[in-house]
Nanobody, 126 residues
Framework: QVQLVESGGGLVQAGGSLRLSCAASGRTFSRDAMGWFRQAPGKERELVAAISWSGVRIYYLDSVKGRFTISRDNAKNTLFLQMNSLKPEDAAAYYC???????????????????WGQGTQVTVSS
C-alpha cells in the first residue's frame, strides 16, 4: 500500500520556523517529482514547492521564495520542507504529493499529482 505520511506541523509564532517531513512507503519515489501543497480554509489548494527526482529542478511559490526550502533524501524515501520566517498567511494544512514528472506537477499543479499525503496542520500566531 502506497503511503505518504507528513509530520512536523504545529503552532509557531510569526517569524519562527518549522520543518515538515514526508515519509513515503509502499514503493520507491526516487524517480518521482515531489511537492508540497497547502490549503487554507475557504481557499484552493496551492503548490508551495516542488522538486524533481534528481533535486536539480526546484519550484517555489513567489510568496515563499527566500523563506522555504524543499529538499529530498531518495535513499530514505523522504521529502522535506524547511519553513523559516513564517507569517500568519502561511497557516494552512500542508500536503505532501508525488507526481510522475516535474513538468506535470509544476504546470498541472494538483491535477498532476498521483499520490497525496493526509496533511499536517501549520498554525502561525501573530
Amino acid at each position: 500500500q502506497v503511503q505518504l505520511v507528513e509530520s512536523g506541523g504545529g503552532l509557531v509564532q510569526a517569524g519562527g520556523s518549522l520543518r515538515l517531513s514526508c515519509a513515503a512507503s509502499g514503493r520507491t519515489f526516487s524517480r518521482d517529482a515531489m511537492g508540497w501543497f497547502r490549503q487554507a480554509p475557504g481557499k484552493e489548494r496551492e503548490l508551495v514547492a516542488a522538486i524533481s527526482w534528481s533535486g536539480v529542478r526546484i519550484y517555489y511559490l513567489d510568496s515563499v521564495k527566500g523563506r522555504f526550502t524543499i529538499s529530498r533524501d531518495n535513499a530514505k524515501n523522504t521529502l522535506f520542507l524547511q519553513m523559516n520566517s513564517l507569517k500568519p498567511e502561511d497557516a494552512a494544512a500542508y500536503y505532501c504529493a508525488a507526481s510522475p514528472s516535474y513538468q506535470s506537477i509544476v504546470t498541472r499543479k494538483k491535477e498532476g499529482v498521483d499520490y497525496w499525503g493526509q496533511g499536517t496542520q501549520v498554525t502561525v500566531s501573530s
